[in-house]
């Protein structure tokens, strides 16, 4: 039988693992972050203490990597997911998201979250950089470094328990999958005006992308509630002037630097007087203002789903005519992808609460078969922050509000 090796502070392989394999923690020895023992992508258990006994003989000094996914306090319970905030800044960002938990790592720049898995279904999802946080997400058969292993290339440092051990797993938080959830499907915010790749609107302050950003983010600091809003706003307003600009994208550090610039003046009161925003600017605040006021959960759906009415019915509608909106025939369709029918009626009926669209017959049966329900657009005319206001039908070509 293979000796144990105690648990102690000091690195490696023989010393932590079986403590951590007895606690849960599916672990395997590595070299750095690269796994010595192969096929772990298919193990559907942790591998059991006798197994690491093994290992830790064979390979004592060995570093420590375990797999989340199978990471479990009991058998048959759920594993765990982990954030990876590279810095500081990311690691307030995680904890002021998706709130604060036990499990903690001290990494060499940052500290890694634990959280308990909920189900959520992350797909591809690896990063959480493109929602403007500087973190990785680690689940399923990913692997993330354990304590006490050694840094891959400053093998002098030494990843180290936070505040806790191994024991940890049995007393984290559920991660919170709807927050995730809100922030991807607000990764367009439609407060950023639709971007004219072959015109003015890509006109830059001075030439500088950096203004360029500034200034879009100053149109529509109001209309958010929060500097994660803001960041996501810059990440998107950033790649669409990146896209036209030969010189490129910015740097994730210098959006990163603008969104909280301008956040803080929105905070300090510098930034108050919107007499010179566009007008297309100012009525996309209210009515983003409109919808918050009345369903600040359903609000991103319901503005989202407004920009693809107008998209493609804002002619139709500026020639008197109406369109048909199926919410079924939508999904079908894929209008919006990854969308089902059910997000595309709490939009529209949001979207009908406020004023926005309009009912104008119901769905009608006939000898034929049934005739889709028809709407007209619409649009909020002096709309304060708190809602109402008079509602008017959009002239599309001139963007002048025609009474009813």
């Known amino acids: 039988m293979s000796k144990l090796h105690i648990h102690g502070n000091s690195p490696g392989f023989a010393a932590n693992a079986p403590a951590m394999c007895s606690a849960g923690w599916a672990v395997l020895p590595a070299r750095g972050k690269e796994p010595i023992r192969k096929g772990y992508r298919k193990w559907r258990s942790a591998p059991a203490l006798a197994t690491i006994a093994k290992w830790a003989d064979e390979n004592p000094e060995a570093d420590i990597v375990y797999v989340p996914g199978l990471s479990r306090a009991k058998r048959g319970g ?8 590279d810095d500081d800044r990311a690691g307030e960002q995680v904890l002021e998201i998706f709130g604060d938990t036990p499990g903690k790592v001290r990494t060499r720049r940052g500290r890694h979250f634990q959280y308990r ?6 797909g591809n999802l690896t990063s959480l950089k493109k929602l403007g946080i500087n973190a990785d997400i680690k689940h399923g058969n990913s692997i993330v470094v354990a304590p006490w292993s050694r840094h891959q290339e400053d093998r002098a440092f030494v990843y180290r328990w936070d505040g806790c051990d191994q024991a940890v797993i049995r007393d984290l938080p559920p991660f919170k ?8 499907d607000n990764l367009k915010p439609p407060q950023v005006e639709p971007v004219n790749l072959r015109g003015a609107d890509l006109a830059l302050r001075d030439g500088s992308r950096k203004l360029g950003l500034n200034d879009r983010l100053v149109a529509v600091v109001w209309s958010v509630s929060s500097e994660m809003e803001l960041t996501v706003a810059a990440c998107a307003i950033a790649e669409e002037i990146g896209c036209a600009n030969p010189r490129g994208q910015l740097g994730p550090d210098e959006v990163l630097e ?5 956040w803080r003046d929105r905070e300090h009161g510098e930034i108050e007087d919107w007499g010179g925003i566009e007008s297309r600017e100012k009525r996309r605040r209210r009515e983003i203002e409109l919808l918050h006021s009345i369903d600040p959960e359903d609000a991103p759906l319901a503005y989202t789903l407004l920009d693809v009415l107008r998209d493609e019915h804002a002619a139709r509608c500026g020639r008197g005519e109406t369109f048909a909106l199926s919410v079924k025939s939508m999904e079908r369709a894929q209008v919006i992808p990854g969308w089902s029918w059910r997000k595309y009626g709490r939009a529209r009926d949001l979207l ?4 926005l669209i309009e009912l ?7 000898a034929a078969g049934r005739l889709a329900a028809q709407y007209k657009l619409c649009w909020p005319n002096a709309v304060g922050r708190g809602g109402g206001g008079s509602v008017s039908c959009i002239n599309p070509k001139s ?6």
């Open 78 to 85: 759920p594993g765990i997911v982990v954030l990876d905030a």
């Open 117 to 122: 898995d909920t189900g959520f279904e992350f």
């Open 177 to 184: 999958g709807q927050v995730l959830q809100r922030l991807l």
């Open 258 to 262: 603008v969104a909280r610039t301008v």
């Open 352 to 355: 009908l609460k406020a004023g």
């Open 360 to 366: 104008v017959h119901g769905f009608v049966d006939t």
């Open 399 to 404: 963007g002048i509000g025609l009474s009813r």
